[in-house]
Every structure is written in C-alpha cells, then in structure tokens.
C-alpha cells in the first residue's frame, strides 16, 4: 500500500516538474533521486516530535518519514545524529524580491489628480492592480536573513499603498523564478497608509478609511453591474478580492478600525500587527482573523543618566517589559496568532525574541504553529506545507539541538528538498586543555564551551606571573583560528593563528603570525578532553513578576474598569441647571449611572444603604459635567481630511483614541463629555465624534450610544488656505466666493444623486427590472443627504459675519439647517440673523488676533448673542484649555455681566442642547446620566478645584486617588528604571531615550502626526 | 447694585479722563501693596504722578482742600501695575499675517536687534491687555540663539519714546536646547537627546569669550555694533535673560552665569527649576516662571504640576515672577491676572500671587524702584478693580493710573459691545 502511494507521488511530481521546460546552456543537470536524513529529532508539525526520526526526500518531497522508514540504496544519506529538524517557517509579511519603491518627486503643491497612466482607479493608494509575481526576482541577499532565522517560504508583496494588491507565496532559495514561486497570487494586502502616492488626498487615517470603503462600494458596483466605466484596478481586484485578505496596521486600536471595514464587506481579514495588541485584550477577543506579530521587542533604555531617563515615557518603559508577553497574552485571550519576522533586526534578535516570548508562556508548539501550520492554514496551503508531512514540500531547517528551548545554531536550510549548508561545524569536538606549542615557546589554551560556540582562555606567564588572557576562538567547518593578546616575556601584541583539526581533534595545527608579524607554525595537543558542555540552559517559564498592563497603559492607567455602585453625595450645593436653580443641603443618589434621586429636605432622613459609596460634599458644589463642544483630544493620525473640498465622508467617529494623557487631564478639570470635530481645512469636513471622556475603555465604549449625527463644516481663512503658504493655492476654494459655490455644488450633487436612487427604487417595481442596476454608493453624497433630511446636524466653523450670513442664505435656499456655528467670533453682529435660521453658537471666551478673520472679535459676544435668544457654548478646541473650562465659562461674568447660573451653562446644559444631548446630559436631573463633578467651591471661582468627576456613574478623576496615582506612577517607573539598569549592567543592547511627539490638534492642523501647530485656530 | 456701578464709571471716567488731576487721593480702597501687605481700608494719595500717601483710613485724617479730586472707592481693590515680562505684545498685531510681526530678524546673534523703536504703542492688543489690570510689559525679540534686547514699555503712550519705562534692560538668550525633537509640525518625530548640545553651547561661549573680551577694548572707530551691544552685559547694566526650561540646561545656565561672571542672569522659562531648588537659589538667579496655564511636559507629571510650580518655587524661595509667553501670547497677555490666580489656587497666597505679577517682575526685570508695588515715593501706576483682580468673574477694572495720569479703561472691543448692544436694543424699540 505504502509503496503504491510512494510511486504514485513520484509520478504525480515528475509530470509537476515537466510542465515547464527552461532551457538550459550545456548539459542537463540531474539531482539525487532519493535523500535521507536520519537519526534526527523532527518536529513533524505543531505537538508532534519524534526522536531518532528519518526522512526520506524525493523530487523536492518528503515522501516518508518515521522512526522506522525502508531507505532506497541509492539514496543520498545523511546522519544527523543528535540534531533536531523544524518545518521550514513560513513569513507572512514580506516584500522579499520585490523592487524597491521609487520615490516620486516631491512637489510643495497639492496633487489633487493621479498622475497615473492608464484607466486605473482614480486613487493612486488603491492599486489592487500590482501582482507581486509580475515582479518577483530570486534575491538571494534579501533571503539570507529569512532563512537563518528558519524561514523557507514567504508572501511576498509591494508594500506601498492602501489597496496594495496581491501577494505571492515564494520559497526562499536559489531556485530559478518558476521553481521558487509556489503560489502565484496567495493574499490581498491592504493598510491605511497611502505610501507614496502624491496625491493631496487622502491625507489622514479616517480619510484613508473612508476611501477604502468608497473604493470596495465601488468595486461591489464594478462587480455588480454591468454597465461601467472600465477600470483595470477594480477589473483585478474583483477576481482577486476573494484572496486571503492581509492588513498592515501601526496600532491596537486600527486592528478595530478595520475589522469595522471588513465585517461591513463581509471579508475575513488578518492582521500584520504592531506588537501591542496586549494594551487591547478585551477589545481584540472577536477578531476572528489571525493576529501576525512581530517580535520587535524593544531594547531597554539606556538608563544610567537620569536627567535623561525622566524623559522617558512611562507608557514607553511599561511596553518595555510588556511587549515580550504579547504572544502569549493573545494566544491566550483565545486569539489566532502567527509570528513574523518583520520588526526584528537580525536573524539572532529573532530567535533571541522567540525565546523571550516561549519564557512568558507561549508553548513550544504554539510559537511553532505561529510560524508554520497557522500561515499555512491562512493561505489554504496546508496541504503543501506548514508541516513535515508525507506529501509535502521538503523545507526545513536543521538545528544542532532545539532552537526552541536552546540557543542552537542553524546548520542546514533544506529548500524544496536543496540542503543550503549555514554553517558547518567539524564533528570532532575541540572543547579541552591543549597545551601549544608556538615557534618554540609554550603556552597553556583552554578551550571551553561547544564547537558552535567555543571559548577559549590562555595562559600567559610574565615574570613568573601567570597572567590569564580570553581567546577569540572561531572554528568553521575543520578550521579553527585562535587569536590572543599576549603581553609576557617574550612578546607583546596580538597572535593571530590559524589550523585544522587532526586527530579528531586531539591536535590542531597550522601557521599565523606572531605580534611582530612574523609567519610561524603552531601545534596544539590536548591534554585533556572534556565532554561538551551543555552551554544552553533550559529555558525557564517567567510570568509571575509580568506586571499587567494599565486601563489605558499609560501613566494614570486604571488598574481595573470599576464597577457601578450606588453613591450618595450628602449636604452638597446642587447647581442644577433646572428650574430649582442652585440647592443647597442636597442630597443626590445615583444608580446604575444614573441620577436616581434629589433630596432637597434636610429634615428628611435619609436612608442609606449599606453598600453604598457616601460621599460628604459639605462645604462643596456639585454640578453636571463640564461638555466641550469643540474639541480636538484623543484622536489618531490626523483631525484634517484636507486633501479635497469636500469630505463629509470621513469620520473622527473611526479614528478615536483612547490612549491619550490628555482625556485623563481633562476629566481632572471636569470634562466628562466632548464633540471630537474634524478640522477646518475644507469646507464640508468630516463626521463627528461624539464621546464621553471614559478613561480606560476601548473607543467604541468611549463614543456615546445612539448619539445625534454631526458634521463640521467650515468657513473662512482655513478653508481657502489663506495661511498655509504660496504653494497651497491649486484646491478650490481660494476665496470666501468659491467657498459659497463649494456648498451649492455639494447639495446640489447630493440632491441629484438622492433622485438617482429614488428612480432606481421607483422602477424595482416594474417590469424589467431585473436588468436595472442599483446606482453607485456615494459615502460622501448620502452623508449630504443626511444633512438634507436633517439626520445630521452641521456645527460650522466661522468668524466673520459676511460669510456667516452666507451660509445660513446657502442653507435656507438648499433646505437644510446650521445647527451650530461654532467659534462664531462675529456672531455677536449677526445674532438676529442667526436666531432667525435657528442657529446656536459655541464660542471662544476670549480668544482674538490670531488670525486677520479674528480682528473684531470680542469678549462679548457670548454675551451678545445670547442676548438675542441664542443657544451659547463655550467651548475650548485645546487641549490645554480644555481642563479649565469652568474659567472660561467665569469670563462671561466678566464681560456682558451674565448671570453666574446662565455662565456655568454656557459649558454645561448648552453644549448638551446644541449637541441634542440635553435629554440625557447636562443638569441635575432625575433620569439623566450620572456624569456629575464635585468641586471644592463654586465652580466659576478661579480657586475651585475638581473633587471628583464621573461619567456614567463611575468615578473616573477622583483628586485623592491622583495623588496615589502620582506615586503608583513614580513607584513604577523606579522599579522599571532598576529593572533596566539590571539589563543595562549585564551588557544587554540599550537604546537612548526617545519621546514620541504627541500632537496636539487644533482646527487646521493639517497631517497625520506632528507637534503643535502654529497660532491658528 | 452692578448697575449702579456701571453708570458711575460712565460719568467718572470721562471727567477723569480730560481733566488731568494732580492730587487725587483715593479713599477706602482695598489696597493690595504689591509687596505681601494689605491694606484694607486705604487711603492712597497721589501728587504729580507719585505715591505720596499710603494709610489707614480709620486712623488718619486728610484735607479736602488738599486734593483736586477724591475717590470713594466703596472697598474696591487697587493694585500696583501687573507687568506682561517676555511678550511680544507691541510687536505684533495679527500673528497670522506676516506683515504685522516685527518680533524676529534674520540671523543667529543679534544682540543689537532693539524691541524698544518696533513697538506700536498704538497696539489695539494693548488697550484689551490694559483693560485687565497689565500696565507694563517687556518687548521681547524672539528668535536665534541671541534674539536681541528688550525694553520695558508703559502700555498707555503717544510713541515708543514715551512709553520707554527702561531702555535696553536686556538681552535674550535661547538656550541650546539639550533635548530635542518633536519635529516638524506634519511628520511626529520623537523628542531626543540633542546629540550636539555640547557644541552648541560651545558656540554660545565662544560668542561670549569674544564679547567679552571686545568688552575691554577701547579703540574709538570701527567698532561692531553687535559686540558693543554685549558690554552693558560684563558690566551688569543690561540684564542677560536665559531662555530654558530643561534641568540640564538650568545646571549649565548658572555654571555659565559664573563663568562669565554677569551680575544679573534670569532663567526664563525654568519648567524644571524646581528640582534645582537649591542650587537655583545659592545661584540668586531668578526665574520668569513659564505659562501657568500650560499642559504638563511628561506623561506622568502630575496633571496640575504647571498650576503648582508657582508655589514649588515660593516654597523653596526662589525668586519669581509669572510671564505667559507661548501661543497667541500678546493677546493672551491680558489673562496674567488668571494665572497668578491659578497659582493661587494651587498654594500661592492671594498676596504671593500678586506680588508674582506685579513686584516681583519689577525686581526681576530691575524698575521697581518706581514700580511694581503701592508704596510712597513710587510712581502711581496702578488700577482700582471692583472686585479680585485674579478671577475671571471679578477683575473688573474702573479706573486706571499710569504715572498719576488717569487712562481709559475702554477699548474697542468695549465699544464694538457698546455699538451692537445698541444695535439690538434700537431693534427692540
């Protein structure tokens, strides 16, 4: 039986291998017919290891394999006695053989066109057009990192672009193209990241969202339909679209931001991540595609310097110390993993990385699964590899013991069944104590360790003194070369020998020089042989002092989420914001993170239950949460999508933040509730987010449940680029005249496109419809509809009254609403105008001469409009501001005279109704959100502090708490700094200090990363 | 009540206004001297510009007929000038537009580069400063490694001559920086350790070896302005203001302070010196204590330490004064009340924080001879407030002294008010 399939196979690879004939210049080669290799410990796939196993090779195939296999005479065989076999690894990841990507040139204007040739997608990020194996070349150099590391086959792509295109599965060695391309087209790669397209759009991650969306709509409706305009991207990717599909993220929290895309489109997508998914377990458990990691663990902090190492963030150190647990923390949060190669440095970083991660508890078989079965699985190759199977391709490596659990060198790369020797190392042992004979003089050598890795110590004698001295000691293959630096009575300098072994290594000898360059012959004869010694420990299992990651980990990171509990603030000033006005002596009760109950008598006892958290707010104010209107915080790559006019299609909403210091900062001066706007770099801008400050939870727990739609818009001096230099003077708008023309031509667009769809509905109905098509989705023409159908309200961006007054005219005459205009600086001269359309305006306290559109603004103007019955904010569109908004709202006292219960509203109740959230946000109220600060006084008072803030019930700033914080923080970052000058001190790699730049976004911050933008706001 | 007291202003301030009294006396303020002390029922007598009374009004008398003109104040708050020190107020109008900014010159060294002939005292920045209680500022040049000299100006002037309060009080170093990064404001690149600090503050030495030196030549002819612009430094008439904020660069700023031995260093900026406690003080540099109201520099500090460092300095007796440069700092300026307020929320003492924008930057910056605190043989240049100057709600100023001569407390922005306020009310009828 056994031998029919064996001859069945060998037919099955002859007639493979002839289904392609290359010509050859001279005369054919043969290769063996059968290789054996026997007597090794094989990995035959993930939890099966057998000892003293054989495997038997035949046209590139393993065609047996087993302790007790019958090995053909004329088999070529090898005995790798002692040596342990592993499946050849397969890289998921790579661009191995690729061409390097050619910079275009660099232009300061805007690119608003692809530059491309040909009917290609409109983008120049989405090209699913490029196949790798259209490009594929044998690159042995790029290879050789891969194979030492133990990898043998790899997917290849271009990585560049959004929509990259297809990948090709190669196998890494010298064959010729044809051989080592295994499989033509093996995934479809995607990320947010534009590479080098030139064109100004997109120019943020939400953009590069909402234009991998619109661009799978529209290959759904290239796919669909069967009238179109023919493109050869969308004509590529409709065949390869159903390719295992790979997407390259930079961050946890873009893995969600995908997985979003991809379960909107119903594709099962796997994720090359960026090594800190363990900051995001919970959030991560549904992903049902495989997380590839990488073992880019970072290198200690140099640390010595203490003036530079406060500088380091504690996040950064934190990740330090985590980031070797993120394979086993997903493998065991129920995850698929696989590993790959990309991040590490060298082959020796990997394996060294590999074990760091089998110590913090990833399995020997998981890790090996990770790297060989899982990728198979993933590309539906697990018939051809990921496992040393009869049947399958014969690529392995061979290790001098196991690399897994032992610092093993690689020996052989085996490669569809081609040995590629690595290292060759002789097998007569050199460990022991020779005594050398060296141009006549004697010197004593110890050579210690093991053949992969020897020592070597040298006695040297001076003046009677034996003096001790490391010998560098390399051998390859028979040769050996021993260099040693003398200083006795005989010579000064540096021996430099070289020789071969003899006698089974029982004598070495050959010639060098002496440290006076003279060329001599040495001989060495071992005295004493000593058995190798076992130089690599058992590696040891270390989870138990793994500190967890911190709620987000960052400084001031929650241990844990908290519980809701039922609290009861007592003999509390109570600004309701309510008709009862301001209460004095009240008790609140709050459950389930709600405002449960008011008790305004003190007479009345008050009943509290055990379990509940009392609070005395004797002496203090309680008020509802601080709501910032406008705000910019916890937002990723980008608050611009300014790369066109118009981008209602984008969404802050997909691109929230959770791990930014500065919600945490915020929460510490009240805030519990914010619009994240998009900037104002365009006239119709994006989609905004709109959350509540809830330190510790995942984004999707931050963004408030069934919130009212929002889109910013803006107007003015940002959106026709008046302040971004000579070159940005190509995108229209360029003046206030063509800012007007962007909004008509948007709706009328979205009108025309709304009747485009009706039509479409309309004649489902009759007959023929079958052969009628659904129109193209537009994303950013049905966001425009929803403004038209008042689904989603406008907050815009504005100063001057000129331009105020337009829109309202372009609203009026379109039919749509300005629900608010936001900085509104002159609103106070429009305030009749802007009562009459209904508008609100969410201001700056004080805020002036930034910008030549600010030049009459005032201090009044809250006052001003709010006089005319307007609904006003005030808000902060800074971070820093952001913390203190209760000063700003103080300054309306100041200027205009307002009432101090009308100024607290002005950051309280307005903002809830301008933002439609004033049902549940925004007073003291009974039913509505717990989202409630307690001051130390009167919250307009410059001396007021926050107590405490919570949202939803939960206590999430709580003053006495951060100062046990600060010290947590400061205790963690001693213990981390010990922990890295241990490393430091045994000598292991350091980096320097390194600070990443965390911008701060303003309105017109244009780009995805950066620091602090200029004075424009 | 608050209306009463708006009518009052608008039929005092007028009079006040054209009419230049010589003796006013001011009776039952609430007198903030500047220098720690209160006074609370004050009598406060001004003669030809200067303080020539300060007392208790319960236990002293006074003349009618002394005074061209008597003021009840009701227990309104005066308070001495608060001082803007290191702003650029004056010197730019609309930050956005390049042609306004005249804060910066081209090169690194520009020591002879003088803010005092730039600045526009008709500013309409520096009627809404003025409006909040900040009478003085310094013009400070921005840019280089050696931005050029500041001047300190009275913000209520004809011309730059007049409004000179001290010419040339000193230069402004920008301080190598021995961290780096952040990057350009599209791309993030992390902050690293500047690798060539070393160098660059080599380089600075090197411009002081030369200045200094110059500064004992005597030749009469060919003399390089830009070095003649140092010497007033060796000499300790002209102050040398060191831009930094990092501990690293404060421990280097006193040791080249000693070096070059300048009588009168400041640290300007200073968010780690008080860390350097002691040595800051053993050094007697004092520090212009950067932005209040900023956010902290490291992840891990605590979130009100920009709050607190006021107070972390009074604590350990460092000299300091509050300034608010950063963005849309002339602007801005007029919000120096609010931070010392915020100091004082965060442990400074109501008269610490006035004294930290008021006395204590007059000492810093060398004119609080006649500035800087309410006491007799002092010019009267100071304001009266209805309420705390500090909080937002309160600072409401109604009258307002420079040199004993009464200035407007309106501006324009007041008048746009007025002028819409009217608009709507005619509306109404």
Redesign the interface.
């Known amino acids: 039986m056994k031998k029919k399939i064996l001859l069945y196979l060998i037919c099955f690879f002859a007639l493979q291998i002839k289904a392609q004939i290359i010509p050859q210049n001279g005369t054919i080669a043969s290769s063996p017919e059968f290789i054996a290799l026997k007597n090794a410990s094989v990995y035959i796939r993930p939890g099966l290891k057998i000892e003293k196993a054989s495997i038997l090779i035949s046209s590139g195939k393993i065609i047996d394999i087993g302790k007790k296999i019958t090995i053909p005479k004329n088999a070529i065989e090898y005995d790798l006695e002692g040596k342990t076999i592993v499946p050849a690894f397969i890289e998921l990841y790579s661009n191995i053989g690729m061409p390097k990507g050619s910079e275009q040139n660099y232009s300061p204007r805007p690119q608003i066109e692809s530059s491309k040739k040909g009917a290609y997608y409109w983008n120049e990020a989405i090209h699913p057009e490029i196949e790798a194996h259209n490009f594929f070349t044998v690159d042995s150099k790029a290879n050789e990192n891969y194979l030492k590391s133990g990898f043998g086959f790899a997917v290849s792509h271009v990585q560049d672009g959004i929509v990259r295109g297809s990948g090709t599965l190669v196998s890494l060695g010298d064959e010729n193209r044809s051989k080592n391309t295994i499989s033509l087209k093996s995934g479809m790669f995607y990320s947010f990241s534009k590479g080098s397209s030139n064109q100004s759009y997109p120019s943020s991650q939400m953009g590069s969202i909402a234009l991998l969306r619109q661009s799978l709509y529209d290959l759904k409706f290239y796919s669909e339909n069967e009238k179109h305009d023919q493109s050869i991207s969308l004509e590529r990717w409709k065949e390869d679209i159903s390719l295992p599909s790979f997407f390259k993220v930079n961050d946890k929290w873009e893995i969600l931001r995908a997985e979003k895309i991809a379960s909107e489109f119903q594709l099962k997508m796997n994720y090359i991540g960026s090594g800190n998914e363990y900051a995001a377990l919970s959030s991560l458990k549904s992903v049902k595609g495989s997380l590839i990691i990488p073992l880019n663990f970072p290198e200690a902090y140099n640390v010595k310097d203490p ?2 190492s ?2 380091i ?3 950064d150190m934190k990740h330090w110390e985590l980031a070797a647990s993120n394979p086993s923390l997903l493998k065991n949060n129920g995850n698929t993993i696989c590993l790959t190669y990309n991040g590490s440095k060298t082959p020796d970083d990997f394996w060294k990385n590999l074990r760091k991660a089998i110590t913090r508890g990833l399995k020997v078989d998981d890790a090996l699964g990770a790297l060989t079965m899982e990728p198979a699985k993933i590309l539906k190759m697990d018939t051809e590899i990921g496992s040393l199977e009869i049947g399958k391709i014969a690529s392995f490596s061979v290790y001098s013991s196991d690399p897994f659990t032992s610092d093993a060198s690689l020996l052989e790369s085996w490669l569809l069944g081609e040995q590629k020797v690595q290292k060759s190392i002789s097998e007569n042992s050199i460990i022991g104590k020779y005594t050398m004979n060296i141009n006549g003089k004697s010197y004593r050598i110890e050579i210690s360790g093991s053949n992969e890795k020897p020592a070597g110590k040298v006695e040297t004698f001076k003046s009677k003194d034996t003096i001790q001295q490391k010998a560098l000691i390399l051998l390859n293959e028979n040769d050996v070369t021993i260099q040693f630096n003398c200083d006795d009575d005989a010579y000064k300098g540096s021996f430099n020998l070289h020789g071969k072994i003899a006698g089974k290594g029982s004598v070495l000898e050959g010639d060098g020089t002496l440290p006076n360059g003279k060329w001599i012959t040495w001989s060495a004869i071992r005295a004493q042989k000593e058995s190798e010694k076992e130089i690599e420990k058992e590696i040891e299992l270390n989870t138990d002092s793994i500190a967890k990651p911190w709620l987000p980990n ?3 990171g929650m241990d844990s989420i908290p519980k809701f509990q039922s609290i009861a603030i007592k003999n509390v000033t109570v600004w309701t914001n309510e008709q009862e006005g301001i209460l004095n002596n009240a008790t609140i009760f709050i459950e389930n993170g709600k405002i449960k109950r008011v008790e305004i008598d003190p007479k009345k006892s008050v009943e509290l239950a055990k379990d509940m958290l009392i609070i005395d707010g004797k002496g203090k104010h309680l008020t509802s949460g601080i709501i910032d209107e406008h705000s910019h915080i916890a937002i990723s790559r980008g608050v611009n999508e300014g790369g066109q006019a118009v981008t209602a299609e984008v969404s802050i909403g997909d691109v929230v933040n959770p791990d930014d ?2 919600i ?2 915020q929460l ?1 001066g009240g805030v519990t509730a914010a619009q994240l706007l998009h900037g104002s770099a365009n006239p119709i801008g994006g989609q905004s987010a709109l959350i509540k400050l809830k330190w510790g939870f995942s984004p999707d727990e931050m963004l408030i449940k069934d919130a009212p739609k929002f889109i910013k818009c803006a107007l003015g ?1 940002n959106v026709k680029q ?2 971004w230099g000579d070159f940005n003077t190509v995108r229209f708008p360029q003046s206030r005249m063509g800012v007007e023309q962007v909004f008509y031509d948007g709706f009328t667009r979205a009108k025309a496109y709304k009747k485009e769809w009706e039509d479409y509905q309309v004649n489902l109905g009759k007959i023929g419809a079958s052969t009628i098509f659904a129109p193209r989705k537009d994303l950013e023409l049905e966001v425009l509809n929803e403004i038209l159908d008042s689904k989603r309200f406008i907050s815009c961006h504005s100063y001057v009254q000129s331009e105020i007054n337009m829109l309202m005219h372009v609203a009026d005459s379109m039919g749509f609403k300005i629900n608010t205009f936001t900085h509104i600086l002159e609103g ?2 429009v ?2 105008k802007m009562k009459k359309h209904g508008a609100g305006g969410s201001t700056f306290s ?7 559109e600010v ?2 603004a ?3 103007n809250a006052k ?1 409009m709010q ?2 019955g307007l609904v006003v904010a005030i808000n902060s569109d800074d ?3 952001g ?2 908004l209760n ?1 700003e709202a ?2 309306s ?5 307002m009432s ?1 219960e009308e100024a607290w509203k002005m950051v309280t109740l307005n903002p809830a109704k301008l933002l439609h959230l004033d049902d549940r946000m925004g007073s003291v109220k009974i039913g509505k959100d717990a989202d409630l600060v307690l001051w130390t006084g009167n919250p ?6 926050v107590e405490l803030t919570m949202i939803d019930g939960l206590i999430l700033y709580n003053r006495n708490n ?1 100062l046990a914080l ?1 010290e947590r ?2 205790k963690e ?1 001693a213990r981390l700094i010990n922990k890295m000058l241990e490393s430091n001190e045994k000598g292991e790699a350091t980096k ?6 965390r ?2 976004y303003h309105c017109d ?12 706001h | 009540m608050k209306n009463r007291h708006i009518i009052l202003l608008f039929i005092v301030c007028p009079f006040l206004l054209f009419g230049q009294a010589k003796k006013i006396l001011f009776t039952n303020g609430y007198l903030h001297v500047g220098n720690g002390q209160v006074l609370e029922t004050a009598l406060l007598g001004v003669v030809d510009g200067k303080i020539s009374l300060v007392k208790n009004v319960l236990t002293s008398t006074y003349k009618k007929g002394d005074w061209d003109t008597i003021i009840e104040l009701n227990g309104q708050h005066i308070y001495p000038a608060f001082v803007a020190p290191n702003s650029t107020l004056g010197l730019t109008e609309i930050d956005a537009v390049r042609a306004t900014r005249d804060y910066a010159d081209v090169g690194e060294y520009n020591p002879h580069v003088r803010t005092q002939i730039a600045f526009n005292s008709e500013s309409r920045v520096i009627e809404t400063v003025r409006t909040n209680g900040v009478l003085i500022s310094q013009a400070t040049p921005r840019g280089g490694s050696i931005s050029g000299t500041s001047s300190i100006m009275s913000l209520s002037a004809w011309n730059w001559e007049e409004a000179t309060i001290l010419n040339n009080d000193g230069i402004h170093v920008n301080w190598p920086e021995s961290n780096h990064g952040g990057g350009h404001w599209t791309e993030s690149e992390p902050k690293i350790r500047n690798d060539n600090y070393v160098s660059q503050k080599q380089k600075l030495e090197g411009f002081f070896e030369m200045a200094s030196a110059y500064s004992k030549s005597k030749k009469e002819f060919d003399r390089d302005i830009r070095l003649d612009a140092m010497n007033e430094c060796f000499l300790g008439e002209k102050r040398v203001y060191f831009h930094a904020n990092e501990l690293q660069q404060i421990l280097d700023i006193i040791e080249f302070s000693k070096k070059y031995n300048l009588k009168k260093p400041v640290i300007v900026g200073g968010y780690d010196a008080y860390l350097v406690g002691n040595r800051l003080k053993d050094s007697g540099i004092p520090v212009m204590l950067m932005r209040v109201h900023s956010l902290p520099e490291h992840e891990e500090d605590a979130v009100d330490l920009p709050y607190r460092l006021p107070a972390l300095l009074q604590a350990q007796g460092i000299p300091f004064c509050l300034q608010n440069s950063g963005e849309m700092e002339a602007m801005n300026a007029r919000n120096l009340p609010f931070q010392a307020g915020t100091a004082m929320a965060y442990g400074l003492s109501e008269e610490e924080a006035i004294r930290a924008i008021s006395l204590s930057t007059c000492e810093i910056l060398g004119i609080d001879k006649n500035y800087g605190s309410i006491e007799v043989g002092k010019y009267a240049t100071l304001f009266v407030s209805k309420g705390s100057a500090l909080d937002m709600r309160t600072n409401q100023v109604s009258t307002i002294l420079m040199q004993g001569k009464f200035v407007p407390v309106d501006n324009f922005q007041t008048e746009l008010y007025n002028k819409y306020k009217r608009k709507y009310e005619s509306k109404q009828k």
């Open positions: 003036y530079l406060r500088q963030p504690l996040s960052l400084a001031y210091i500065n945490y900062r510490s001096e008046a302040n106070y001269k305030a009749d004080d805020w002036w001469a930034y910008k030549f030049n009459d005032i201090p009044y001003l006089d005319q971070a820093e501001m913390r203190r000063q103080a300054k006292v100041k200027y205009g005279g101090e307009l008072s410059i001396e007021s502090k951060n600060e923080n400061t970052r320097p200090f390194i600070k990443k730049g911008r701060l911050t244009h780009g995805e990363e950066g620091e602090e933008s200029e004075n424009q």
